[in-house]
């Protein structure tokens, strides 16, 4: 009971401390409010004198600004960098000192046109200087670009030139008259054709930056205009709002000091019948409010006092219990969004693909960081609320193409359209070669979402490994046929020179033999020439004739871009030397070719063209062009075709390798190529090499040096083809040898067991399924080291590096050989110090 009476005390003692507090509050407020009205009209008073400043201060602004305004002219009519830079500061100084003078007026708020006005009118002068200085650059880059031409002598020339420097001051109308009349023309140099292009665009800029500078210059007269006449209202509001309220306050003064009276003896009645309902109900209120209290701090297990009261107290203790169990619910569901919030928060900011979302009036409400750095898009430009079109033209200022997946164009505004109502999927490709995957699904109370992936290595990965594996099933290909196909020339290369060597032989079947063997040797180069193309194989540059190239590759380009293309040559250079890798040089024109042929499909012609060039700076130079007569190249391409990846074929059709390749290959040389191309007017490559002025490669045929023959030797022929091995048999007996023969290197090695060694062993790496040659040189050198052993065979070095591991240090001897290389490979390893 004492505990009760306390706490009961403590309750009542303050409410009525608190009563008593503003009873007395209330007789202060009535005196010190009789008070303060006496004194607000003697403030009002002084308020008045404080508003006729900011009138003045406002007056001045107006003039101030229509003076600033007045220099603006003068600011675009600068003929110099100095006389711009003495405007500019006389405009910022009288710009400060417009700020200076806004920043006394107290009273600017009230007018928000009026500074949104001074902001404009700031940034309208800043934006006028910054165009003016780019006039004047315009203008010195223009006298520039026109300086060299007005050298030019010649009367086409000297035409052309006239009319770019009428050009240069024309109006927007005659400028494209003229831009016009200057594209048609055909008699102009291509120097001055290259040199057009440049001033017709910065005549261009320039007429575009003189309307921007007209536009400006109204601004700024529509401004000060809307300044003056912003003022005039602001000094009129201030005025008359001021007179205004000075009349009402008076009056309300008075209706005040009586009102004051009334309320203060109604407080004091008020102050007396609330304590003693206060004192009544205080006792419950605090019991309810204890509880609400614990609430707020989480405790929610608790009774409620005073639920079945039927008054106000009773009612919100039942309300109470019901806030009580929603705060429960409340709590879990709060907990539960929070984790799930936290969980989608941080997938939606880490996921590597971008994503954004728009409303139903396509406006941009979401998006993550990912967005921003796949379209390189700056955060400051990127707000919610920001429409479609103005992110896509943001995104339009890197160049760029849609397509949908199956590399067809795509229209955006249909596109756009379409997104809200279905899932839409296409890719944009630019011209850096990056491309982004758009992945749109509509939303339920409209809007779309949208995933953007990048798919730039992926694409990229893929066209490698599409190009790698038919480089690869086109090296396993001529690979495997190189063998076979080199032994049947073998065979008939041997048995030809065999012929040629018959001294019984008619002019005219030497003849034939030439012949064919001439077409056997044709055949061996080009079957060279296909294995270096599908392995790219690394060859070493060596003096070479253009013209013996050409002519050499001539069947393979006939045979590669088909019967129906005209093949010619007008080779001016046949004698003159560049130091190229020949393999490489033969695979670069190949490329060409096959491209050519691509720009042809309906047939056409094909030229090869040689010529030699001199150039007073940078020396002798061997020019080789290839041209067609095909559908040519677009402008906006030309400058992209040497890039790795890129090409305008369809989808599986080229992998944009080519090119590159070419051109990488060019200038490892010490070269250049250059490409001259039009739509409807064929394409022309052109590649300068350096001329060589040192002597030319020897001759590898071995037809001018005599034939070394042996003296009945024992030759070892093992060889599992049987044509080859006749006709290898009938080579050494020709030379002088005694051949033995075998087919495997198991019988090889059961006959020199049996009847001795021979001088030599000449064997085929490949022997079918038994030992190779490599295995059967190796079982030599451990049994009869001595005993000296030729290996040969029709594949190139690189796959019997893979498919038999042959020693780098191990000479293999090229199937087909001639009777001359055999003869001296022979005499070589039988020298006392091989």
């Known amino acids: 009971m004492p505990r009760r009476a306390l706490s009961m005390h403590s309750v009542r003692a303050r409410l009525l401390i608190a009563f008593a507090s503003i009873m007395v509050a209330a007789l202060v407020l009535a005196f010190v409010g009789w008070r303060s009205l006496t004194d607000t009209e003697t403030a009002l008073e002084e ?18 600004t229509a003076s600033l305004a007045s220099l603006a002219p003068f600011v675009a009519e600068a003929s110099s960098p100095s006389q711009l830079q003495h405007d500019r500061n006389r405009l910022q100084q009288r710009t400060e000192q417009l700020k200076q003078l806004a920043g006394r007026i107290r009273h600017l708020e009230s007018a928000p046109q009026l500074r949104q006005l001074l902001e404009r009118l700031y940034a309208t002068l800043d934006e006028l200087i910054a165009l003016t200085r780019q006039a004047l650059f315009q203008r010195e880059d223009l006298r520039q670009l026109l300086y060299p031409l007005e050298g030019l002598e010649s009367a086409e020339d000297r035409r052309a030139v006239d009319q770019l420097l009428a050009a240069a001051s024309a109006p927007r109308q005659e400028l494209e008259r003229l831009e016009r009349r200057f594209g048609v023309s055909q008699d102009i140099s291509p120097e001055l054709a290259a040199s057009a292009a440049p001033v017709f665009a910065l005549r261009h800029r320039q007429l575009d930056l003189q309307q921007r500078q007209g536009y400006l210059l109204a601004s700024v007269r529509s401004i000060s205009d809307q300044l003056s006449a912003e003022v005039k209202g602001f000094v009129d509001s201030l005025q008359q709002r001021f007179g205004q309220q000075q009349q009402a306050l008076s009056a309300t003064v008075r209706k005040g000091q009586i009102r004051i009276l009334a309320i203060s003896l109604l407080a004091l009645l008020a102050l007396l019948a609330g304590t003693a309902l206060v004192l009544n109900l205080t006792r419950n209120l605090q019991a309810v409010t204890g509880l609400m209290t614990r609430l707020a701090a989480g405790v929610t297990g608790q009774a409620t006092p005073a639920v079945q009261r039927r008054d106000e107290i009773g009612s919100l203790a039942r309300a109470f219990n019901v806030f009580r169990e929603n705060s429960r619910e409340l709590q879990s569901i709060t907990e539960d969004l929070r984790r799930q919030q936290r969980l989608l928060q941080t997938v939606f900011d880490n996921i590597n693909d971008g994503l954004s979302v728009f409303d139903r009036d396509q406006r941009l409400v979401a998006w993550n960081p990912r967005y921003l750095g796949i379209f390189d898009l700056p955060p400051a430009r990127v707000q919610r609320g920001v429409t ?25 505004t249909e596109t756009n359209l379409q997104r809200p109502s279905k899932p839409v999927r296409f890719e944009r490709h630019y ?74 032989l008619s002019d005219k079947a030497g003849r034939y033999g030439q012949r064919a063997l001439a077409a056997a040797e044709r055949g061996a180069s080009l079957v060279q020439r296909l294995l270096a193309f599908s392995r790219k194989q690394q060859l070493h540059p060596e003096p070479q004739s253009l013209g013996g190239i050409i002519e050499g590759m001539l069947d393979l380009v006939e045979y590669s871009v088909g019967s129906q293309i005209d093949i010619r040559t007008r080779l001016e250079a046949e004698e003159d030397l560049v130091y190229v890798d020949p393999g490489q040089l033969e695979n670069a024109l190949l490329n060409l070719a096959l491209n050519s042929g691509a720009a042809m499909p309906d047939g056409g012609t094909l030229t090869f063209s040689t010529a030699l060039e001199q150039d007073a700076k940078q020396g002798a130079w061997v020019l080789v062009e290839v041209g067609d007569t095909g559908h040519g190249i677009p402008e906006e391409l ?13 989808v599986g059709r080229g992998s944009g390798l080519g090119l590159s390749m070419v051109y990488g290959f060019v200038r490892q040389s010490g070269g250049d190529i250059t490409i001259d191309s039009a739509p409807g007017q064929g394409t022309r490559i052109s590649i300068r090499l350096p001329l060589y002025r040192g002597p030319a490669a020897e001759s590898d045929s071995g037809q001018s040096q005599p034939l070394q023959y042996g003296n009945g030797q024992q030759v070892l022929l093992v060889e599992d083809d049987g044509l080859v091995l006749e006709a290898v048999e009938d080579m050494l007996a020709e030379l002088g040898y005694e051949p033995l023969s075998c087919r495997s290197a198991e019988e090889a090695l059961n006959l020199l067991e049996r009847d001795g060694l021979p001088d030599l062993v000449l064997s085929d790496i490949n022997l079918g399924s038994g030992r190779t040659g490599i295995q059967l040189r190796a079982q030599l050198a451990g049994r009869w080291p001595d005993l000296p052993c030729i290996l ?4 190139p070095r690189d796959l019997l590096d893979s498919r038999y591991n042959l020693p780098p240090d191990v000479p293999v001897l090229a199937k087909p050989y001639r009777l001359q290389t055999l003869a001296q490979a022979l005499s070589d390893a039988m020298r006392p110090n091989a």
């Open 388 to 412: 479609l079109q103005r992110l896509q033209a943001l995104m339009a200022e890197a160049p760029h193409g849609n397509r949908t997946l199956d590399n067809r164009p795509l229209d955006m």
């Open 792 to 795: 040969a065979s029709g594949l």
């Open 47 to 64: 308020l008045r004198r404080e508003i006729l400043p900011d009138i003045s201060h406002s007056l001045e602004l107006a003039e101030r």
């Open 638 to 650: 030309r400058e992209r075709v040497f890039d790795p990846f890129f090409t305008t074929k369809e």
């Open 431 to 504: 011209r850096d070669g990056r491309v982004i995957e758009f992945r749109s699904q509509p939303m339920p109370d409209g809007g779309f979402v949208t995933l953007y992936s990048d798919l730039t290595d992926r694409k990229a990965i893929e066209s490698q490994l599409r190009q790698a594996q038919k480089m690869e099933v086109l090296g396993q290909l001529t690979g495997g046929i190189a063998h076979d196909f080199n032994n049947l020339l073998a065979a008939v290369i041997g048995n030809l020179q065999l012929l040629e060597q018959q001294r019984d």
